[in-house]
């Protein structure tokens, strides 16, 4: 369900949207009326009488009224991006040729309502053939205007979506990346992670070597990936590996770890510590011993990684936020608008995350 902020927000943006769209109509129905209204001035400049001037006014502002009504349905449909079906016939509005395509089928009902309603006659003695050709050039003029402002407001709006997307996506990455740091440099993992290199310098200094390149290797990568939305699934395995590397060590190897992984997937994309939390979380809420071992599956094919784990629950659980899951979901739909999927069966508890393309 939405949250009520996001409704109000989404709200508001409809009700401002409306208001623009009205203003535009307004105004560019006014503009459109001006070569009609010199021709009323010049008429009532010359001898008619003053039932034919009145006559112009009242046809002056039934043209008024007609265009300003062809402005707002303009101005909505090219302001759109819905779907629109009627029967077996379907315009996508988000597609330009479609709904160029729509706006000549429109701009034909137009004028044949506007005969229909017998708005092409001047509506006083005056040249029919010259007001009919003037009405055709307004309509034209107005449809392109309704156009051209429904362009801009969409490319405008869509600027400001980005740039709210992209700063949602910051503040996400940033409490993510904040999390993970914590999580890294908590008390308890650093004291485990020294006392593992201590006991390391006394009997395998090499093993002790690569502690630290693992550990060091770690925190570097969650300093510079912090900032990113999107980093590659090869720099994600990698540091996800080193993560695990260090876990090798703290648990004593009592878990298995298997790869099966296409290479095409590692040119992919995804949001930085995505991997990492899914791994992470295998470790958080399961046993890990010699008696219970813990067997992690790592398998990307296409555009999928999925993360899969034999469930074992712990009694009690880590320290930790319980947001991991649920701050990866938002971050991908904040990202390319997809979740990932959670899938929890009799012992196996696997996630899948979509791998993108870098343009995603």
Not at 148 to 154: F, I, R, T
Not at 160 to 167: D, F, G, S, V, W
Not at 268 to 277: C, E, K, V, Y
Request: proline share 2%; glycine share 4%.
């Amino acid at each position: 369900m939405m949250p009520t902020s996001m409704k109000q927000q989404d709200a508001q943006l409809q009700h401002h949207k409306i208001r623009i769209i009205l203003l535009a109509a307004t105004a560019i129905a006014v503009f459109m009326a001006l070569p009609r209204l010199a021709i009323i001035l010049y008429v009532r400049s010359l001898p008619f009488s003053l039932a034919a001037s009145q006559q112009s006014w009242t046809d002056f502002f039934l043209k008024f009224i007609f265009g300003w009504l062809v402005a707002l349905v303009f101005l909505f449909l090219n302001t759109s991006r819905k779907r629109l079906s009627a029967g077996s016939l379907a315009v996508e509005l988000g597609n330009f040729r479609q709904r160029l395509l729509l706006n000549l089928f429109l701009f034909v009902v137009v004028r044949w309502l506007a005969m229909l309603l017998g708005l092409d006659g001047a509506g006083f003695a005056f040249n029919e053939k010259f007001y009919g050709f003037l009405l055709n050039i307004t309509l034209i003029l107005e449809i392109c205007f309704c156009i051209l402002v429904a362009e801009a407001y969409m490319l405008v709006m869509k600027n400001q979506a980005m740039k709210l997307r992209n700063e949602i996506l910051q503040k996400i990455n940033a409490e993510s990346s904040f999390e993970a740091l914590k999580n890294q440099v908590n008390p308890h993992f650093l004291f485990n992670s020294l006392t593992a290199i201590s006991s390391m310098m006394d009997t395998d200094r090499e093993a002790a070597k690569h502690f630290l390149n693992n550990m060091s290797q770690v925190y570097r990568y969650v300093l510079q990936s912090q900032q990113a939305p999107l980093v590659s699934f090869r720099e994600e395995l990698a540091f996800s590996m080193a993560w695990v590397n260090m876990m090798r060590e703290r648990y004593n190897n009592r878990f298995s770890l298997e790869t099966n992984i296409e290479a095409l997937s590692l040119t992919r994309q995804l949001p930085p510590m995505a991997l990492q939390t899914l791994v992470e979380n295998a470790f958080k809420h399961n046993v890990v011993s010699a008696s219970a071992p813990l067997s992690i599956q790592i398998s990307a094919r296409g555009n999928e990684l999925t993360v899969t784990n034999n469930l074992q629950e712990r009694s009690f659980k880590e320290a930790g936020t319980g947001t991991g899951l649920y701050n990866l979901n938002k971050r991908y739909l904040h990202i390319c608008g997809q979740e990932i999927r959670i899938i929890r069966k009799d012992s196996i508890f696997s996630v899948t995350l979509p791998l993108l393309n870098e343009a995603s």
